[in-house]
T-cell receptor, first 114, second 114 residues
Framework: KAGVTQTPRYLIKTRGQQVTLSCSPISGHRSVSWYQQTPGQGLQFLFEYFSETQRNKGNFPGRFSGRQFSNSRSEMNVSTLELGDSALYLC?????????????FGPGTRLTVL | QQQVKQSPQSLIVQKGGISIINCAYENTAFDYFPWYQQFPGKGPALLIAIRPDVSEKKEGRFTISFNKSAKQFSLHIMDSQPGDSATYFCAASGDSGSARQLTFGSGTQLTVLP
């Protein structure tokens, strides 16, 4: 079974631009979560989608948004990029279980903001 | 309440030795505690996970010990190998309504010397 795929793997943008990152979950997984990883803040939760609905959101400004499509694929968007948005953006997918879910991560998209 | 504290920040172990990484949490609503392994340029990979109804879980050379009363859990890597050199993250999640998010520790960079 193929793992979580993320595109693009690397991205370079300049301040003020916007960016869209894509994530394809493991086949059959219906929940997609996004995390930001930086050396200073570590791994931080951005948001989680299930059935095209955002169920949970972390403590990030409104410039960070996302969506999920009917095939469970997800995109996240960052508008008006700032230097501090440079990070590894990770997508994780999971089945939906009644009490807990194992989250499987993709390789990430390395975003550099100049 | 959402914080997970991880120690040590870095760890150097000889080949064949035991690597021990510790985590402590505050939120008593957490009920799922996974450990992730991350190699440079890769996304975190789920290594092993435990729920608070058991005090220990072993998978191969990897063991999680869980102390619910102390709100602590640890990862033990037996017979550590140079290939185990990576960054290890503990995490925790709880059921916030219908959604779950992982709260990560700050990571431990493990180096296993040959």
């Amino acid at each position: 079974k193929a793992g979580v795929t993320q595109t693009p793997r690397y991205l370079i943008k300049t301040r003020g631009q916007q960016v869209t990152l894509s994530c394809s979950p493991i086949s059959g997984h219906r929940s997609v979560s996004w995390y930001q990883q930086t050396p200073g803040q570590g791994l931080q939760f951005l948001f989680e989608y299930f059935s095209e609905t955002q169920r949970n959101k972390g403590n990030f400004p409104g410039r960070f948004s996302g969506r999920q499509f009917s095939n469970s694929r997800s995109e996240m968007n960052v508008s008006t990029l700032e230097l501090g948005d440079s990070a590894l953006y990770l997508c994780a997918s999971s089945l939906v279980a009644p009490s807990y879910n194992e989250q499987f991560f993709g390789p990430g998209t390395r975003l550099t903001v100049l | 309440q959402q914080q997970v504290k991880q120690s040590p920040q870095s760890l150097i172990v000889q080949k064949g030795g035991i690597s021990i990484i510790n985590c402590a949490y505050e939120n008593t609503a957490f009920d799922y505690f996974p450990w992730y392994q991350q190699f440079p340029g890769k996304g975190p990979a789920l290594l092993i996970a435990i729920r608070p109804d058991v005090s220990e879980k072993k998978e191969g050379r990897f063991t999680i010990s869980f102390n619910k009363s102390a709100k602590q859990f640890s990862l033990h890597i037996m017979d550590s190998q140079p290939g185990d050199s990576a960054t290890y993250f503990c995490a925790a999640s709880g059921d916030s309504g219908s959604a779950r998010q992982l709260t990560f520790g700050s990571g431990t960079q493990l180096t296993v010397l040959p």
